[in-house]
């Protein structure tokens, strides 16, 4: 019995290992997009040759050289202009986010940055709108081992019962509704909403009363990119959350 319980310790620890020098080699492709190998080699102090048979998949580096690739690169790859390189803007003004939630490495580097944000808070599930706010969402899911889940803009057939919030959209003059599930949510749920782009606010305050009206408590407020910042009154003004955003873009007048 001890032999059997030494040996799956042993699996368990080369897993955690694999799982590290896996993710420092997804790390190195993803800065590899943002810097050339003469700048990864000055941010990590490895060779250019090595760099080339990480990034390339040829080798995955030791578990000691992955970590030291992990924290070098945390505190040198800066993900707000990764994000920013990534976003277009149509003739109207309006932004283009195509290119990032479809980027899962990059929403796969923004989800562990969430849970290191919020080290220490709980989180049992993660909860967005459909449909663009579902990649970031999963990712973040995935990284905390929660589900996740999501209201719709229009009831879902096979679905019996439903939590429904309306909120108008100021800048358009409409109202809206979202639908939730109705055992989406459990009392003693901590959720983190999510989203990939705020402009008003209005959306995600309704997602925060659903959550609210289900009886579970707000982990946190993560945004990928916000528009301005009069957005996070409108969600709450006396919230006791954190309230976060990668990137913030001026606020047109």
């Keep these: 019995m001890g032999i059997a319980e030494g040996s799956c310790l042993i699996d368990e620890t080369r897993y955690e290992y694999l799982k590290m020098q896996i993710r420092s080699v997804e790390f190195l492709r993803l800065a590899?997009?943002?810097y050339s190998y003469q700048e990864l080699m000055q941010l990590t102090g490895i060779p250019i040759t090595v760099l080339n048979r990480?990034?390339?998949g040829h080798i995955l580096p030791s578990p000691e050289r992955a970590t030291s690739i992990l924290a070098k690169l945390e505190k040198g790859y800066d993900v707000t202009r990764h994000i920013m390189d990534?976003?277009?803007f149509d003739k109207g003004g309006f932004?283009?986010?195509t290119k990032i939630v479809g980027d899962t490495l990059l929403l796969r580097f923004i989800a562990n940055h969430v849970v290191q944000k919020l080290a220490g808070?709980?989180?049992s599930k993660v909860l967005t709108v459909a449909v663009d706010g579902i990649?970031?969402?999963?990712?973040i899911a995935d990284a905390f081992g929660v589900p996740f889940i999501y209201a719709k803009k229009e009831k879902e057939i096979g679905v019996a019962n439903f939590i429904e919030e309306t909120y108008t959209v100021s800048r358009?003059?409409?109202?809206v509704s979202l639908y939730l599930p109705k055992n989406?949510?459990?009392r003693r749920d901590s959720i983190l909403i999510t989203d990939d782009v705020v402009r008003s606010g209005e959306q995600l305050k309704a997602l925060v009363n659903l959550a609210r009206r289900s009886g579970a408590e707000i982990a946190a407020v993560f945004v990928l990119i916000a528009v301005g910042e009069r957005w996070k009154k409108e969600i709450d003004e006396n919230s006791k959350y954190p309230i976060h955003s990668i990137l913030t873009l001026p606020e047109k007048d």
């Design 121 to 123: 808070k709980r989180v």
């Design 135 to 139: 990649p970031l969402a999963v990712h």
């Design 184 to 186: 989406g949510i459990e």
């Design 86 to 88: 990534k976003v277009g």
């Design 172 to 175: 358009a003059g409409i109202q």
């Design 54 to 56: 990480y990034v390339k």
């Design 32 to 34: 590899k997009e943002l």
């Design 95 to 97: 932004l283009d986010n």
